[in-house]
């Protein structure tokens, strides 16, 4: 039972363009969802996040959306660029019984950006 | 920042022999440690969480005498894969949080090969 659900996963964007991530969750628990950018045998590193009392968190190029109702969060990218191609994990943080909370990841969305 | 160093960063070892990944927070003190898994072209799957001084908690479908994992100190976890088998080649990721509830910090990752 996948919690945390990229349906796509790859997407090419032309450079300059939007590029726009989706990511769909099951679990009402979870309120904190974050956004992780990883290359091939490197661990992810952090993109951004977003608390579910927001909807909305921008930094630089980057803005996530999140739709509760719908329980859905995206990421948006612009303009983008060749530097930004990689995969692109959604990852989703909710109350856990021990003193810290886990993650739970989606499958990724590889991004390539074309020049 | 906060880094979490992973070594070996890959390794190839033969059927029937055990290896041994560390994670070790570099300036700062981890209490807690994630452990994932990632199979190609797929999501993070977490294997368990280590907690300093305590035994280590698995997810469901992990067998704890395979994959024994040890948090002797604030700074240092391992992940020790015993009587390796060709199933068990995989890319293995670290991750302790830090800082608030919401931080994460991931390791390089571990390129196991089983031959």
């Known amino acids: 039972d996948q919690q945390v659900k990229q349906n796509s996963p790859s997407l090419s964007v032309q450079e300059g363009r939007i590029s726009i991530l989706n990511c769909d969750y099951t679990n009402s628990m979870f309120d904190y969802f974050l956004w992780y950018k990883k290359y091939p045998a490197e661990g992810p590193t952090f993109l951004i996040s977003i608390s579910s009392i927001k909807d909305k968190n921008e930094d630089g190029r980057f803005t996530v959306f999140l739709n509760k109702s719908a329980k859905h969060l995206s990421l948006h990218i612009v303009p983008s660029q060749p530097g930004d191609s990689a995969v692109y994990f959604c990852a989703a943080s909710g109350i856990s019984s021990g003193s810290a909370r886990q993650l739970t990841f989606g499958s990724g969305t590889q991004l390539t950006v074309l020049p | 920042g906060a880094v979490v160093s992973q070594h070996p960063s890959w390794v190839i070892c033969k059927s029937g022999t055990s290896v041994k990944i560390e994670c070790r927070s570099l300036?700062?003190?981890?209490?807690?440690m994630f452990w994932y898994r990632q199979f190609p072209k797929q999501s993070l799957m977490l294997m368990a969480t280590?907690?300093?001084?305590?035994?280590?908690?698995?997810e469901q479908g992990v067998e704890k005498d395979k994959f024994l994992i040890n948090h002797a100190s604030l700074t240092l976890s391992t992940l020790t894969v015993t009587s390796a088998h060709p199933e068990d080649s995989s890319f293995y990721i670290c991750?302790?949080?830090?800082?608030?509830?919401?931080?994460?910090?991931f390791g390089s990752g571990t390129r196991l090969t089983v031959v």
């Open positions: 991750s302790a949080p830090q800082g608030g509830d919401y931080g994460y910090t």
């Open positions: 280590s907690n300093e001084g305590s035994k280590a908690t698995y």
């Open positions: 300036d700062f003190q981890a209490t807690t």
